[in-house]
């Protein structure tokens, strides 16, 4: 069993619709979770990290984290066709966090048609 | 600020050649790099774990004598290929973690990333 999985898409929705990710997880230790961005041929670049049970917005985009179900969302509204890109959702290595070790999923595809 | 860098932004080698990566923390001190190899429609793959003043931890799976990992300084860490063939061609990736931060808020810091093309 992966670690953490991710649907690997593609995902295709229109421009201006809302595009939703989604990320679980195996190790109900973890305790930070993070969403990074990767166009293809580049590296990947964060976009935001959630530890909180809940909501958490910044601009566009909005985490979202259930560790009863260890399961964490990220949603962008207003889906342009920039935000096409492969979403990665990574987990914190453990309680003690291993120097910032962190283990991602295999990646989601967005592709948002004009 | 948290910049890494990395150099070569690409390379190309003969099968049998070693390469070497340099991954460097511009504006902040990296107690710990990782190491990523990324092939095409692929997730990253941790290689390792690479230790300021320390020997690298490995992932299963991965090579140590083949993939040589020497972090020296608090900037610099280094990925060496040895002995490369075309199945190394992939994109490399180091990245350093900002552990100065809450350990909860511990991003990682991405590089540009090294193409690799062992011919």
């Known amino acids: 069993q992966k670690e953490v999985e991710q649907n690997s898409g593609p995902l295709s929705v229109p421009e201006g619709a809302i595009a939703s990710l989604n990320c679980t997880y195996s190790d109900r230790g973890s305790q930070s979770f993070f969403w990074y961005r990767q166009y293809s041929g580049k590296s990947p670049e964060l976009i935001m990290f959630i530890y909180s049970n809940g909501d958490k917005e910044d601009g566009r985009f909005t985490a979202q984290l259930n560790k009863a179900s260890q399961y964490v969302s990220l949603l962008i509204r207003d889906s342009q066709p920039s935000d096409s890109a492969t979403y990665l959702c990574?987990?914190?290595?453990?309680?003690?966090?291993?120097?910032?070790?962190?283990?991602f999923g295999q990646g989601t595809e967005l592709s948002v048609k004009p | 600020g948290a910049v890494v860098s990395q150099h070569p932004s690409w390379v190309i080698c003969k099968s049998g050649t070693s390469v070497k990566i340099e991954c460097r923390s511009l504006?902040?001190?990296?107690?710990?790099m990782f190491w990523y190899r990324q092939f095409p429609k692929q997730s990253l793959m941790l290689m390792a774990t690479s230790n300021e003043g320390s020997k690298a931890t490995y992932e299963q799976g991965v090579e140590k004598d083949k993939f040589l990992i020497n972090h020296a300084s608090l900037t610099l860490s280094t990925l060496t290929v040895t002995s490369a063939h075309p199945e190394d061609s992939s994109f490399y990736i180091c990245?350093?973690?900002?552990?100065?931060?809450?350990?909860?808020?511990?991003?990682?810091?991405f590089g540009p990333g090294t193409r690799l093309t062992v011919l």
């Open positions: 990245s350093a973690s900002l552990t100065t931060l809450v350990y909860l808020e511990q991003e990682q810091f």
């Open positions: 990574a987990v914190n290595a453990g309680i003690y966090n291993q120097g910032g070790k962190l283990i």
């Open positions: 504006d902040f001190q990296a107690t710990t």
